[in-house]
């Protein structure tokens, strides 16, 4: 199935901004994060059609799947 794959702020630095994948049906957020070979010592914001959910929820064709790393401001 294909979904989108969007990377922002310096998670830019691992791969494009955005890249459409093919993924087994069933596949979970947590597989697809893993798949990227993003660094493990970043937390991430992981954030589904618009909505943050489990990264153990399966993803549906089409979806579009965003990572953010952690933001601060002030």
């Known amino acids: 199935?294909?979904?989108?794959?969007?990377l922002f702020a310096t998670l830019?630095?691992?791969g494009p901004e955005i890249q459409e994948m093919n993924v087994p049906e069933n596949s979970t957020i947590e597989k697809?994060?893993?798949?990227?070979n993003l660094?493990?010592?970043i937390p991430?914001?992981?954030?589904?059609?618009?909505?943050?959910i489990d990264p153990k929820e399966m993803l549906k064709e089409g979806d579009v799947l965003a990572l953010f790393p952690p933001v601060g401001g002030g």
């Open 1 to 6: 199935m294909k979904i989108t794959v969007k």
């Open 44 to 52: 991430l914001l992981k954030i589904v059609n618009g909505v943050h």
């Open 32 to 36: 697809v994060v893993n798949s990227l």
């Open 39 to 41: 660094p493990v010592d």
């Open 12 to 14: 830019r630095d691992f």
